[in-house]
């Protein structure tokens, strides 16, 4: 709480009484909390990758550079992580942009099917390196209201932690479905899982639950933060049901038509 205090005088000039203004601070300080708490995730997160090129550079600089095995395998790993700043710079600018009042969604009819089949085509390529069975059932045309270039970016994301967070071999299922009112998407794999008591902080920036395997895949801990902004800008829901060892499901529903 924060406390203001004032006396009451009479106008014989005695205490009356003491006039206190309670202010409930509980949210104002959880906002403040979240801020810092992003401002020092982005840090670390930002302060990795450069304090690695930098080690990797000096130490070719430092004579590593003579040996072509070194170089090879220095240069690579510089690489590695120059482009994993870039995947979070462009989430961290695609977030804030997205978290912007100004932003705006490009509106008009969207075709599901043909977006999920352009993602598909996209991402099969990854899915077979890893022996995934990649699956898109429709039987319905599914439009909808929406901007299609923020759907495609939702559907990459989904599919793209199904295809990671799955073993070799696994299977994934994308499956559209469609009602008078609404749409709804449902992707499904056969992976890892997510524990009931973590689920519900997935969608928080940063949050993964096993911090190496998302690293090791690339991820920056962004992508489901920024499937949830652009669901809720276009009205959407998104639910996620998953376990352990089992597998998970992501299923989003969408209005046909804008409210
Ligand atoms: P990341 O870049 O780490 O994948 P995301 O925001 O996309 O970040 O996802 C947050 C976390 O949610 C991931 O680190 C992972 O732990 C979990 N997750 C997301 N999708 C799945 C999935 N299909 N199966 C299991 N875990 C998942």
Redesign the pocket.
Known sequence: FDVHGAPIISNHGRLKGIALVLHDITELKKLEQIRKDFVANVSHELKTPVTSIKGFTETLLDGAMESEELRIKFLNIINKESDRLQRLIHDLLELSRIEKDVFQLHWQDVDLNSIIDDVAQLLREKAKEKEIDLQFVSEQHCEFEGDPERIKQIII??IH??I???PNGGSINVKVNRTEEAVELR?S?T????SQDVLPR??ERF?????A??RH???????????KHLVEAHEGKINVE?ELGK??T?SIIFNRKRE
């Not at 949050?207 to 911090?211: A, G």
């Not at 895949?217 to 499937?227: F, K, R, Y």
């Open positions: 994301n989904l932690n199904a990671t967070y799955t992707v794999d992976g890892v899982g997510i997935i969608f949050y993964r639950v096993d911090p395997r998302s895949s690339g991820g920056t801990g962004l992508g489901l933060a920024i499937v998953s597998g998970t992501f």
